[in-house]
């Protein structure tokens, strides 16, 4: 089973993500939401701070109809 990872664009709906993932015959099987970080060094002090939104992944399967 080939497996990709579809990313969701900035500016891209999970709708549009899905639709595209679907002309390419994949389906989803998870979704992936992963927080961008930023690494803050103070002095002696080190902090990470959350930089930006959720990156929104969808790992996906190649559709296959059984015979």
Known sequence: MEKKRF????????????????RE??????RVEQPIFRLNEMKAKTSA??????IVSLLASVHTVPL
């Open 7 to 22: 990313t969701v664009a900035e500016g891209e709906t999970l709708a549009a993500c899905l639709e595209r993932m679907k």
């Open 25 to 30: 015959g994949y389906r989803p099987i998870r």
């Open 49 to 54: 701070s959350l930089l930006s939104d959720m």
